[in-house]
Structures are given as structure tokens and as C-alpha cells.
């Protein structure tokens, strides 16, 4: 029997040693494992069935909210009064996105074309398409500024021109028509006259460039050689850097095209993208963690400094002329129209533009951007990218349409494009990036418990196995004595 049990230690010790081994082996090895499986199924691969469909066709659902600024007092805006504006809105569009002319290169990197539709959404919206809304004339008002300096007698002639097409300083229209144009005889006679001078050629609307059009020839890092480049932009319309800006650092294109990024993120990584519609490279950073419906994410939104003119942050010096902080001059990409990007309602900005306006309650929550991103796979889970489109105005003699209007950035709209994961998609990768990660965690504890319990259960079964054939000699000795006593005293007395 003692046999047996020491045999049985010995292989309850080897199993244990084993099963610890194993345990600490995973513990190790284990995350390389799944960080070389992320790699994997990350790269821009066709073999990569469905990382490449999601890459190519994106299956979030994204949407784009529009909000107008509705001028409530146009007749007294244009005797020089503070405007004062009512938000209308939102008026809801989904926003399709599909990659086309997709070719690989043998610098490990990819071309494409994304194209963008917008349908709208009733169900999601506020009002109809067929609202009518009072905003700033970007025709009339924005020209006028154009013509500041141009000589007394071309003003005039200016003036005279929009008298002549029946266009004055303000449009109260629909919103189907200021969002994807109307037909206008001034946009007609421009495009004529002056090919180049407006932004499209046919009908004149806030949006009318975007919709069924897309957002020009990018060439990204598939990641293949380097998982640190995958998605970043390699050209775009075959630039390496702009052209509209004044400083080498402020015409760099940087980051990605704004829809992944790459993994293995920390605290510290930033958020970089280039976005053609804003004409220049923007950067997040890192706020806050969080999880959504059980996936662990990190916040990054927009630094102040994102939008600070050149006197409160000098490397956007270059994006310059500037105005207060909070302000991107887009003229030099459209047009040179007298146009502002901002943050919604002027969020983050330099408070003093709110003392022009009436009727804005910038918040955190309802007018900051921000994304969602799952750091281990540089994948977002929420993402809410919201910005205002303002026009700068102001009287300008010669042109009667300007009136007395006060020097003022006056917002006209502003739009979030937001989308977020659900669905099949959410249930996917919260059991590919979640739970398998952690069965993994659980698993490797598991193994190393239970093989130090089998080896200190050998190392106790080995010991007991000595110490009973101890305790049965003892035994055996002390009644050896007892008795052998008992027999020399039966001799003595017989």
C-alpha cells in the first residue's frame, strides 16, 4: 500500500507540475497569442472575409442630423440689431458609404473612392423636408464681403446685379432646397459669366456637393508590413501634403481617413485624421474610459487647441487669417467664401461670439464631438462628429443688400454625423474581443491553481504515506517491550 500511494504522489507531482507549467505558459504566451490573431484578422486583406467587408462596406448604420438656424428677426438684424435665432431641426438623413475603384499596391497599401448618399428619415426627423427656414443669403452676403476691396464702382455693379435677379440678403426657403440646391437665375448667370467662381454647377444648396459624390482618392497602409501604419493615409488625390494652408506643419496630412485607427491604443495615443470637408488634418485626444453593452472603450474628443487661432496656440499660425479661437477660416478651400467651421453653437470657442447671437446654449453633451474607440483593435463603437458651418457678414458700402448689418460670424447650420455598433455586429466582437480573451485569462488561472493544488495534494500524500509506517513500528516496538517485560517476570517468579 505505501507503495502504491508513493506512486500515486509521484504522478499527482508530475501531473500538477505539468498543468502549472501549462498555466504559466499560457499566462505568457496568451496574449501574444490573441495580440497576433488582432493583427491577423486586422489587416486590409480580401482574405480577411469579414474585417473586409466591414473595411469596405461599412455595416454601422450612420446618420447625419442636421440643425438650422432659423433668424427670427431679419428686419431688424439688417438695421444693425443683434440677430436672434431659433434652432430647427433635426432633420435626419442616412448616410450611405460604399468603397469603389478599390486597388491594391505593392507598397502594401490600397486606393479607393468612397462614395456617400443621404436619404431622408422622417420617422427620426423633426418636421419635414418642406419646412421653410429664414437663413443669411450665402450668394449675396458672401459675395458682398469677397468685394470689400474691390473699387466703389464694382460694388455698385455688384449691388445692382443682385437687384437685377430679385436676390436680397436673406432666403427663406425649404429645407430639401437650401440642403441639395434650387434653382436660382444669379447661380445660372455666375456659372456663365464666371465658371469656377461657385463651388458646383448646377443648383445652389448647403450640401448639394455631397450627396452621391465622394470624398476624393485615398491611398491607406493595408498594415500588412507594419500594423502601425494600417489605415494611415498615404496620399490623398495623390498629394502627400496640401496646398491651402501657409505652413509646411499645418498642410501635413496626418493620421488616417478618419474610420479606424490602429490597435493596441493607450492613454496617451491620439486620434489623428484627415478630413477633406474641413480641408485640413484633425487630431483627438484621449478624455475618459468607458464600456458599451460590455466592450471596454476609450473617449478622445476635441482639444481646444484644435480650433484656437494663431495668437492663443501658434501652430495654427498657418490656418490663418484668423479671427477669435474656436473659428477654422475655410475660405482659402471654398472659393474663398467668407466661411467658418466651428463647434456646434460655438462650443469650446471664444466666449465673446456668443454676445453677437441670440439663441445659443452651447453644451458639452449636446454639442461636443467625440469617438468611441475599442483600444485593443483601434475599431469605434460610438462615433458623434458634430460641427457648424458660420458665414462672416458685415456692411459693405456700394452693396444696399448689406443694409447696416453689424460685423457678426453668423451660424446657418450645423450637422452630427453619428453611428454607432449593434446588433450582430456588437454580439460578433464582444465574443471575438471580449469573452474569448477572457475565457483565455480565466483559463490560464484555472490551470495554475489547479496545478499547484495537485502538487501540494502529492506533496501532503507523499509525507502521510511516510509518517503512518512510522507511527505503526512505534507501535509495534512498544508492545514488543510490554510483552517481553511480562515474560521475564513469569521466570523470576516461577
Known amino acids: 500500500i505505501t507503495m502504491n500511494k508513493s506512486k500515486l504522489a509521484i504522478g499527482l507531482f508530475v501531473a500538477g507540475t505539468l498543468t502549472a507549467v501549462f498555466g504559466l505558459v499560457i499566462l505568457f504566451v496568451g496574449p501574444i497569442i490573441i495580440d497576433d490573431q488582432i493583427v491577423k484578422n486586422l489587416v486590409i486583406d480580401p482574405e480577411n472575409e469579414v474585417s473586409y467587408t466591414m473595411w469596405k462596406d461599412i455595416p454601422v448604420p450612420f446618420f447625419m442630423s442636421v440643425y438650422f438656424f432659423n433668424i427670427l428677426n431679419p428686419t431688424e438684424f439688417l438695421a444693425g ?4 435665432v431659433e434652432q430647427r431641426g433635426p432633420y435626419v438623413y442616412r448616410k450611405r458609404l460604399q468603397k469603389q475603384n478599390i486597388t491594391f499596391h505593392p507598397n502594401h497599401t490600397v486606393s479607393y473612392l468612397e462614395y456617400r448618399s443621404y436619404f431622408f428619415e422622417p420617422s427620426m426627423s423633426v418636421g419635414n423636408e418642406s419646412d421653410v427656414v429664414t437663413i443669411p443669403n450665402m450668394l449675396v452676403l458672401g459675395a458682398a464681403v469677397m468685394m470689400d476691396n474691390m473699387p466703389h464702382a464694382v460694388r455698385l455693379l455688384l449691388s445692382a446685379t443682385f437687384k437685377s435677379f430679385k436676390e436680397g440678403p436673406f432666403l427663406s426657403k425649404s429645407v430639401g432646397e437650401l440642403m441639395w440646391g434650387y434653382d436660382s437665375k444669379l447661380v445660372d448667370f455666375l456659372n456663365k459669366w464666371f465658371p469656377g467662381m461657385l463651388p458646383s454647377t448646377g443648383k445652389f444648396g448647403l450640401f448639394s456637393e455631397f450627396n452621391n459624390s465622394n470624398t476624393g482618392m485615398f491611398t491607406v497602409h493595408t498594415g500588412k508590413d507594419d500594423i502601425r501604419l494600417i489605415h494611415k493615409v498615404n ?3 495623390g498629394l502627400t501634403k496640401l496646398i491651402y494652408w501657409k505652413t509646411p506643419q499645418c498642410n501635413m496630412i496626418n493620421g488616417t481617413a478618419g474610420q479606424m485607427w ?3 491604443m493607450t492613454k496617451e495615443s491620439t486620434l489623428p485624421f484627415y478630413s477633406p470637408d474641413a480641408c485640413r488634418s484633425l487630431e483627438l485626444v484621449y478624455q475618459r474610459e468607458g464600456i458599451m453593452k460590455g466592450i471596454p472603450l476609450y473617449r478622445f474628443v476635441a482639444p ?7 495668437s492663443d496656440y501658434a501652430p495654427n499660425e498657418g490656418f490663418c487669417p484668423c479671427r477669435q479661437s474656436g473659428l477654422l477660416n475655410v475660405s482659402s478651400c471654398r472659393s474663398n467664401a467668407p466661411v467658418f467651421i466651428s463647434q456646434p453653437h460655438f462650443y469650446n470657442a471664444d466666449p465673446v461670439l ?6 445659443l446654449q452651447p453644451t458639452e453633451d449636446e454639442h461636443g464631438l467625440f469617438i468611441d474607440i475599442h483600444p485593443e483593435t483601434g475599431v469605434p463603437l460610438n462615433v458623434s462628429i458634430r460641427l457648424q458651418l458660420n458665414l462672416y457678414m458685415k456692411e459693405v458700402s456700394g452693396i444696399t443688400e448689406t443694409g447696416k448689418i453689424s460685423e457678426v460670424v453668423m451660424p446657418m447650420i450645423w450637422f452630427e454625423e453619428n453611428g454607432y455598433m449593434d446588433g450582430a455586429i456588437v454580439k460578433t466582437f464582444h465574443t471575438n474581443l471580449v469573452l474569448l480573451p477572457m475565457v483565455m485569462v480565466y483559463m490560464q488561472y484555472c490551470f495554475l491553481v489547479l496545478g499547484l493544488a495537485t502538487v501540494l495534494g502529492a506533496v501532503l500524500l507523499h509525507y502521510s ?3 503512518r509506517p512510522l507511527q505503526a513500528s512505534m507501535v509495534s516496538a512498544h508492545f514488543l517491550n510490554r510483552h517481553s517485560s511480562k515474560g521475564r517476570c513469569c521466570i523470576l517468579h516461577g
Open 235 to 237: 496620399s490623398w488625390n
Open 81 to 84: 440689431e443683434r440677430p436672434m
Open 262 to 264: 490602429p490597435p493596441f
Open 354 to 359: 456668443l454676445d453677437y447671437v441670440q439663441g
Open 465 to 467: 504515506g511516510k509518517v
Open 304 to 310: 481646444k487647441t484644435m480650433l484656437a487661432n494663431g
